[in-house]
């Protein structure tokens, strides 16, 4: 079984930056798909974005395409979510996910793993 542990999330101006951290715990990512779902005030979870750990492929949501990079540390068993030109509308609480299965790109209904999320609030 692992354990998801968010990291990263606070306060920004629109245009600036933050970096979220999920680290793992109870065993290595190996084969799983990792990745992110946010969720903003009276809005349903939505899918950031996604990387196969084994394959490093990565998948996005246009919504954040060209301003939102996932990457993986091997070494640190962690993932991270480099978020650039934030703006007011990515304010959300950030859930890390994961699954052997994958996690879609949808809602992840059928998600085995998830942290407890961080919040990422974008000031205009």
């Known amino acids: 079984q692992v354990q998801l542990a968010e990291s990263g999330g606070g306060l920004a101006q629109a245009g600036g930056s933050l970096r979220l951290s999920c680290a793992a715990s109870g065993r290595t990512f190996g084969s799983y798909v990792v990745g992110w779902f946010r969720q903003a005030p009276g809005k349903e979870r939505e899918f950031v974005a996604s990387?196969?750990?084994?394959?490093?492929?990565?998948y996005y949501a246009d919504s954040v395409k060209g301003r939102f990079t996932i990457s993986r540390d091997n070494a640190k068993n962690t993932v991270y979510l480099q978020m650039n030109s934030l703006k007011p509308e990515d304010t959300a609480v950030y859930y890390c996910?994961?699954?052997?299965?994958?996690?879609?790109?949808?809602?992840?209904?059928?998600?085995?793993?998830w942290g407890k999320g961080t919040l990422v609030t974008v000031s205009s």
């Open positions: 990387i196969a750990w084994s394959a490093g492929s990565a």
């Open positions: 996910a994961a699954d052997l299965r994958g996690i879609g790109t949808t809602r992840g209904a059928n998600v085995d793993h």
